[in-house]
């Protein structure tokens, strides 16, 4: 499964504290990018890493780590990335 | 001209550039799509580029941000992100922000 392997190579490389990936490749099936075989997922990520950067750079540590699954498996790669300290807050704000 | 050349000359040459699938009339990619619909109700001026017409571009631009995907949204020549982050920004009032002061947004 590519859910599996993405939590496996996100979770080695930025140790999240929270992590979970959902499998949304059903909702493209048919569509010109589905055909290559690429699925689509939602990462959303809590990790210490995160922590002081921008979205972009976030977003790019994803990317990094990931590396050439991005070319094959993962087709579109939609990112919640935050840091611990927003995800207390939020949490608080609920 | 060699393709990162290229990039850079259309980044240095209009303030706002959206490299995507398709054309904002015809958008090929459902968040090239979104993406411009988010544009568009900033009443933003941008040039786009339609990554399906340039292969060589295509491949290149993504080692040239360290981003893999389309769409990819510049102003003032920095990447500012992918579908998601672009939403985000709109949503939180920021895009809009980013655009006037790129003086990219239609009186």
């Not at chain 1, 010109?32 to 075989?37: H, K, L, M, T, Y």
């Not at chain 1, 959303?44 to 991005?70: C, N, P």
């Not at chain 2, 699938?21 to 941008?46: E, H, I």
């Not at chain 2, 990447?79 to 672009?86: A, N, Q, S, T």
Request: aromatic share 8%; with cysteine.
């Amino acid at each position: 499964m590519i859910t599996e392997l993405i939590k496996k190579v996100l979770t080695a490389e930025l140790q999240p504290e929270q992590l979970e990936i959902i499998d949304n490749s059903a909702a493209h099936a048919g569509h010109a990018g589905a055909a290559s075989g690429g699925g689509h997922y939602h990462v959303t990520i809590v990790a210490d890493a995160f922590e002081g950067k921008s979205m972009v750079q976030r977003h790019q540590l994803i990317y990094k780590a990931l590396g050439d699954m991005m070319k094959q498996q993962i087709h579109a790669l939609g990112i919640n990335a935050i840091s611990p300290s927003e995800y207390t807050k939020e949490a608080i704000n609920e | 001209m060699e393709v990162i050349e290229r990039i850079k000359d259309q980044l240095e040459k209009n303030s706002v550039v959206l490299y995507m699938k398709g054309t904002p009339d015809f958008p090929q990619c459902g968040f090239s799509g979104q993406s411009v619909q988010v544009l568009n109700a900033c009443k933003a001026k941008f040039a786009y580029v339609n990554i399906f017409e340039d292969p060589e571009l295509r491949e290149a631009l993504k080692s040239y941000s360290n981003w893999p995907t389309y769409p990819q949204l510049y102003i003032k020549g920095e990447l500012v992100g992918g579908c998601d982050i672009i939403i985000d920004l709109y949503t939180k009032g920021e895009l809009l922000k980013m655009l006037a002061e790129a003086d990219a947004v239609a009186a």
